[in-house]
């Protein structure tokens, strides 16, 4: 067969429509479809991310409540040494009721939420007990020597920032009475931390967030705490450390008749994952009051607005706050 002279030899006949190289336009074109599907799977290995943190944040905080309401209970059986003072002897309703506050003082030493809880000595009747001489031990190594004091703790470099999370380290790592410590052996690493700075202890959530706990929350609605603020006739459970009703306010005597006790449970929770707390923590400071001391109803009753009471969600994102009262019942 005769080769065309047109077509030198050694070289393929190429068709004018086949090119080489993409134009620009088409490799932009490219680049913007990898980015978008980049950025998708981005997402959605976030959103992943995200609700791995969730769900180990609601385990941590069902395993703190385990522990905790373990501690609550207790109270309700608890041994207390009861001033006979004021005709107590003689009169069961005010027997009653210096053993009520002989409790709710315990609860405040035990199962402190904040600074002052751990820095102020108890009320007249009731002794120091040994988890509130641990906590101040440890306070001790954390804070240092009172410069004025030097064998009380330095309180004073003591944030009150993330108070009730630090309050709650003290609580999940005092020894038991064997010397064991089962609540903070349940902690990770990445569980604990100190993000304010100031020497104390915090647990973390899943976002690296503090866990804050409050004692006291009695304008907290929840599913353990049906109402927050409420009057008689009273749609709440009865405070169960006070069957017989000798609390002040069942007869009137601290606020108007109608605004009655209920039962208060402590309240765990997250920011979750938006970073915001939204629950009003309160600047209450649990000391002898008048008539009684370390009244959890105190800042609550009667409701003033804009004065909202320690509990009370506020802002709109208090939704997504992981906490124990919802964790129950998941």
């Not at 599907?37 to 180990?56: C, H, I, N, Q, T």
């Amino acid at each position: 067969m005769i080769r065309p002279a047109s077509v030198p030899l050694g070289h393929a006949t190429r068709h004018p429509a086949i090119r080489t190289a993409f134009t620009l336009v088409e490799l932009m074109v490219v680049v913007v479809i990898v980015g978008m599907l980049a950025s998708a799977v981005l997402f959605a290995m976030y959103g992943l991310l995200d609700e791995a943190k969730g769900d180990r944040t609601k385990t941590q905080i069902a395993r703190i409540d385990r522990f905790i309401m373990d501690r609550w209970e207790a109270f309700r059986t608890r041994q207390v040494r009861v001033a006979m003072s004021g005709g107590a002897k003689t009169n069961p309703m005010l027997l009653n009721r210096n053993r009520l506050n002989a409790i709710r003082e315990l609860m405040r030493l035990e199962l402190p939420d904040r600074v002052t809880d751990v820095a102020t000595d108890p009320v007249s009747g009731v002794s120091l007990p040994t988890l509130a001489r641990g906590y101040r031990r440890k306070c001790f190594i954390l804070l240092g020597p009172d410069p004025g004091n030097p064998s009380k703790p330095n309180y004073s470099r003591w944030s009150t920032s993330h108070e009730g999370s630090e309050c709650l380290f003290l609580i999940l790592t005092a020894l038991n009475e064997d010397g064991s410590s089962a609540a903070a052996d349940s902690l990770a690493p990445s569980e604990t931390g100190d993000t304010d700075g100031d020497g104390m202890l915090e647990v973390l959530d899943g976002w690296g967030k503090p866990i804050e706990f409050i004692r006291w929350a009695p304008g907290f609605v929840s599913d353990r705490q049906p109402y927050g603020i409420v009057l008689s006739p009273l749609p709440n459970p009865d405070d169960p450390f006070d069957p017989a009703r000798v609390d002040l306010r069942w007869t009137g005597i601290t606020t108007p008749p109608g605004y009655c006790p209920f039962a208060l449970y402590p309240l765990i929770f997250s920011a979750g994952p938006d970073g915001l707390y939204d629950i009003n923590t309160g600047t209450v400071v649990y000391a002898a009051t008048t008539p009684v001391a370390n009244d959890p109803y105190a800042f609550m009753f009667p409701y003033v607005a804009g004065t909202e009471p320690v509990g009370v969600s506020i802002g709109d994102g208090s939704a997504d706050n992981f906490h124990n009262h919802w964790v129950e019942v998941e």
